[in-house]
């Protein structure tokens, strides 16, 4: 295959968030999306489930030229990425690269807060791992991490309800949760791509000085960077600005909903996986 792209992989549509920022801050690499939309959410699916699935998904990111793949999910990233790439991609495909979003996250969110102090608001599966809380820790041990798993929040989003009035009861009950935790949060990260979405409803119920972080950005520079130090990844990595997206449920659905994550129109392919 001649093109390389760089895969990108999401439950659904929130990884487009994510693919925004790459394509903005890497417009020259070619890119694809792939949105599991048929076995979506995966916040409460068992970790050997999100394994399974996301390995599947991996497996045909690989068959597709992909010398890289980002797990812009945070699920994923938290339930299946350590296992791939420590049991399997030396046996599957060696020499490629699978990548997530918790780590670079991580690595630079302490650098956000004063009063050490710092709100993650995610899946149930991400919540449970407590993955931010043992990766922030390696990097920022003074600080304290308070978590708030949203059950709901990513299928409102996903059902196009995030803006509306109805969604103000869930939201509102997750923040007031999770700064019941303490009173000295000052930053607050949405530890899973749908989330910025909520970014206008999140701002309704908390003090102003509170900051909000997404990861689109972050990951995008982290990428860079990761490019930057590895020029063997970086040579396989086809650079024409393709994109082209997937989605394991209807085509239609998807590109319909698909703009209010990347900004813009696309088209998509249907795939179909055996559960």
């Known amino acids: ?27 020259e690499y070619d890119y694809l999306y792939l949105g599991d939309n048929a076995r979506a959410p995966y916040g ?10 996301t390995l599947q998904c991996v497996k045909w990111f690989f068959s597709q030229g ?4 980002i797990l812009a999910c945070n699920t994923a990233s938290a339930k299946a990425l350590r296992t791939i790439q420590q049991n399997d991609l030396d046996y599957i495909a060696p020499g490629k690269r699978v990548l997530g979003v918790i780590r670079p996250t991580a690595e630079i969110i302490g650098n956000f807060t004063n009063t ?11 919540v449970q791992s407590e993955s931010y809380l043992i990766e922030i820790n390696k990097f920022f041990p003074t600080v304290k991490v308070f978590q708030q798993a949203c059950p709901l929040w990513v299928s409102l989003i ?5 803006e509306s009035e109805g969604a103000d009861y869930f939201i ?13 949060i000052d930053t607050i990260l949405l530890a899973c791509t749908h989330y910025p979405l909520l970014i206008n409803k999140i701002k309704k119920f908390i003090p102003d000085e509170i900051k909000i972080i997404s990861q689109g950005s972050i990951i995008a520079d982290s990428m860079q960077e990761y490019l930057n130090r590895h020029p063997e990844i970086d040579e ?4 024409s600005s393709q994109l082209n997206f997937y989605t394991t449920d209807s085509a239609e659905d998807f590109d319909r909903h698909s703009a209010n994550f990347f900004g813009k129109s696309i088209k998509s392919r249907h795939i179909t996986f055996n559960s």
């Not at 409460?44 to 699935?53: A, G, P």
């Not at 396989?236 to 650079?239: A, I, L």
């Open 66 to 69: 992909c010398p890289l793949v």
């Open 1 to 27: 295959m001649s093109a390389k792209p760089i895969g990108v992989f999401d439950s659904g549509y929130g990884g487009l968030t994510v693919l925004k920022e790459l394509v903005n801050k890497l417009p």
């Open 44 to 53: 409460t699916r068992s970790f050997e489930t999100v394994y399974q699935y």
């Open 116 to 126: 050490g102090n710092i709100g993650i608001l995610g899946t149930q599966g991400t």
């Open 236 to 239: 396989q990595c086809s650079k």
């Open 158 to 162: 996903e059902n196009n309800e995030f």
């Open 172 to 184: 509102k009950k997750e923040l007031t949760d999770l700064l019941g935790q303490s009173n000295k």
